[in-house]
């Protein structure tokens, strides 16, 4: 059974600060893994997504990687910003649009 | 561009009762996909619907039930609600199952 763990639970950082969001899955046979951020009480906005086949995908201050085979993904976030506050979510894609989620990290960036 | 519309957005029912909940995907996505949001289980897959049939279905009883028409939109039925049912019912679509999924504001349903 895929299990997705995401690390730290929590974590405050001061504005500016550069930024890594741990997730790890335990089955490498994912489609795509995909990060996601939610705001509270809305619904999932989609950041990334990196199909099975690439190491990384950018888009502005977001960096994700992923290494299947050790069943890792990393989001990278530059020079944070308060408006980067929210939960951020990694999911693997099992199968047919099944995504598996992780917990969660809730970010809070301070000013 | 639409995103993905869900209604209503919000719901109070009973237990006992029965509730529909609807899903517009993006124009051209014919994947649609269902979750459900609780604090103590985070996020959990419902169903999933691509061109009209049920291709994956999660780990919840029978009394969740849906479907998908012909123009892509997707309805989830829940049958004799309990209170456990309350959550964030959250629908995502996609062009094609392996593509990026988008996802609604959701549906936040309490059962009282």
């Known amino acids: 059974k895929q299990e997705v763990t995401q690390i730290p639970a929590a974590l405050s950082v001061p504005e500016g600060e550069n930024l890594v969001l741990n997730c790890s899955f335990t089955d490498s046979a994912i489609y795509n893994l995909q990060w996601f951020r939610q705001d509270p009480g809305k619904g999932l906005t989609s950041l990334l997504l990196i199909q099975s086949s690439q190491r990384e995908q950018t888009s502005g201050r977001l960096n994700a990687s992923l290494d299947k085979s050790s069943g890792r993904s990393t989001l990278y976030i530059a020079a944070s910003q308060p408006g980067d506050s929210a939960t951020y979510l990694c999911?693997?894609?099992?199968?047919?649009?099944?995504?598996?989620f992780g917990q969660g990290t809730r970010l809070t960036i301070n000013p | 561009k639409a995103g993905v519309t869900q209604t209503p957005r919000y719901l109070i029912k009973t237990r006992g009762q029965q509730v529909t909940l609807s899903c517009s995907p993006i124009?051209?996505?014919?994947?649609v996909s269902w979750y459900q949001q609780t604090p103590g289980q985070g996020l959990q897959f419902l169903f999933e619907?691509?061109?009209?049939?049920?291709?994956n279905k999660g780990n919840f009883p029978g009394r969740f039930s849906g479907r998908q028409f012909s123009n892509s939109r997707s309805e989830m039925n829940v049958s004799t609600l309990e209170l456990g049912d309350s959550a964030l019912y959250l629908c995502?679509?996609?062009?094609?199952?392996?593509?990026?999924?988008?996802f609604g504001q959701g549906t936040r349903l309490t059962v009282v």
């Open positions: 999911a693997v894609n099992l199968s047919a649009q099944k995504l598996v």
């Open positions: 124009s051209g996505h014919r994947s």
């Open positions: 619907y691509f061109s009209e049939t049920q291709r």
């Open positions: 995502a679509s996609s062009l094609v199952p392996s593509a990026e999924a988008f």
